[in-house]
């Protein structure tokens, strides 16, 4: 009896261990399914819509007057006037700076007397020289009578010849003097500086009592600058990829930040034909061209102030558009549209075409019920915001807007998708 019951309680236990291994077998299993299917993506979309495009460029800079003149040292000294202070008006002859002039006043002195002396002493070699012509002219007589030998006519011709070119010679030590005396008049007269404008003083550098160094060879002393702050510009510095898209004329908006919120318009004026390269030879290096544009305002700006603007290139009115960053890059497959079996000299010679198949393509998803399918398309126009299709989509197709994961990782030909979009979306993720 007691070898039944334990046999009834041994399959009994049996039974219960293998339901338990059936139900752990099809947890484990279930779990594998579980894990091997695709989680859905989720996106926000948006419809493709027809709207007017315009491509702008951004640049910073400063704002500057169209007329801005430097006034430099042209001779050395000490300031011993300044006839005007920073903001002040001036009209175009008006007095700015005295240096001091008493060396150069010294110097013409001495140049004048050096002309007089060379002055005197042409008249002495004048009256030398008309001497010794005149005993020629006598020698010559009385060689003519054969009561002078050839050698005294000679030797008077000679004395004749050489007092003429010493006459000569003196007339232009006199022109070199008064040449100098030319240059040491101007030095003084540069001693005292005038408006070369109407304008403002804008910036005035040099002090009373300051000594500055000039001269006709290298820049001097920078003083002060005048300028015209009646027409102002912006100066901003354009990347070199950008610069090309520019042209004159172009119409720019430009904020200033000492005038937040308002926005001015301007005109581009001009292009600059030759960079500027900042960390030249280094992993920083950048090449900017300069742009400048006239500002259409009557607000009172100031020199160096600040700006931002954003220049107009081009404008394309009712064309299809999408959000800028619902295009993306994506590679093709290696394989993909080729059988992976064939003739390998036929595989030799499409490796060019391969190739050429593996390059990036631009790609945009489309909403298909609960998936997406890839889309090639051609862009064209851009601004911040949307960028024009010129190939590939249809007015009115919903496609995927965000994220920016989704849309640059992890959507693919047939990802399951949801679709969450909110009033204000979701920043996006960028990793």
């Not at 022109?175 to 005035?204: R, Y």
């Not at 990347?239 to 430009?254: H, L, M």
């Not at 390269?277 to 950048?286: D, I, Y």
Request: proline share 2%; with cysteine; net charge neutral.
């Amino acid at each position: 009896m007691s070898n039944g019951n334990h046999k009834k309680k041994s399959k009994k236990k049996f039974i219960i261990w293998s339901i338990i291994g059936l139900v752990v077998v099809g947890l484990v299993a279930a779990y594998i399914m579980k894990g091997q299917q695709k989680p859905e993506i989720i996106v926000q979309t948006e419809k493709a819509q027809r709207r007017t495009i315009t491509q702008t460029v951004t640049a910073v800079g400063k704002i500057q007057p169209e007329v801005m003149v430097k006034i430099n040292a042209e001779v050395s000294g000490e300031i011993v006037a300044i006839a005007v202070k920073e903001g002040d008006r001036v009209r175009k002859g008006d007095l700015l700076v005295r240096i001091k002039a008493d060396q150069y006043q010294a110097q013409v002195k001495q140049q004048e007397a050096m002309v007089n002396s060379q002055k005197t002493a042409l008249l002495i070699q004048q009256a030398q020289c008309k001497k010794t012509e005149n005993d020629y002219n006598r020698i010559k007589g009385l060689f003519e009578k054969n009561l002078a030998s050839p050698q005294d006519m000679d030797l008077a011709k000679t004395s004749w010849e050489i007092s003429t070119a010493q006459c000569e010679s003196q007339q232009y030590a006199i022109d070199q003097a008064e040449a100098s005396l030319k240059n040491v008049h101007e030095a003084l007269a540069k001693t005292t500086i005038f408006s070369p404008m109407d304008g403002t003083i804008s910036e005035l550098i040099s002090k009373l009592g300051e000594r500055v160094s000039g001269s006709q060879f290298t820049q001097g002393t920078n003083i002060l600058t005048v300028a015209d702050l009646s027409k102002m510009e912006a100066r901003v510095d354009v990347g070199e990829t950008d610069v090309i898209t520019i042209s004159f004329g172009d119409t720019a908006r430009i904020e200033v930040d000492a005038f937040p919120g308002k926005k001015i318009i301007g005109i581009v004026r001009e292009i600059a034909n030759t960079a500027k390269t900042l960390g030249f030879g280094t992993q920083l290096e950048v090449t900017n061209f300069e742009v400048k544009i006239s500002l259409m305002s009557e607000e009172k700006f100031r020199p160096g102030m600040s700006a931002t603007a954003v220049i107009e290139t081009e404008t394309k009115p009712n064309v299809l558009t999408i959000p800028i960053q619902s295009v993306t890059m994506r590679m093709k497959k290696p394989m993909e549209g080729m059988e992976e079996k064939g003739d390998e000299a036929e595989n030799v010679t499409s490796t060019k075409k391969k190739k050429d198949d593996n390059k990036p393509q631009e790609v945009v998803f489309v909403i298909a019920s609960d998936t997406v399918k890839k889309a090639n398309v051609k862009s064209g126009l851009s601004d911040d915001t949307y960028i024009e299709i010129l190939e590939g989509l249809s007015e009115g197709d919903d496609i995927v807007s965000g994220s920016y994961r989704a849309i640059n990782r992890d959507l693919e030909q047939g990802s399951k998708i949801r679709v969450e979009n909110e009033k204000d979306k979701m920043k996006e993720e960028k990793k």
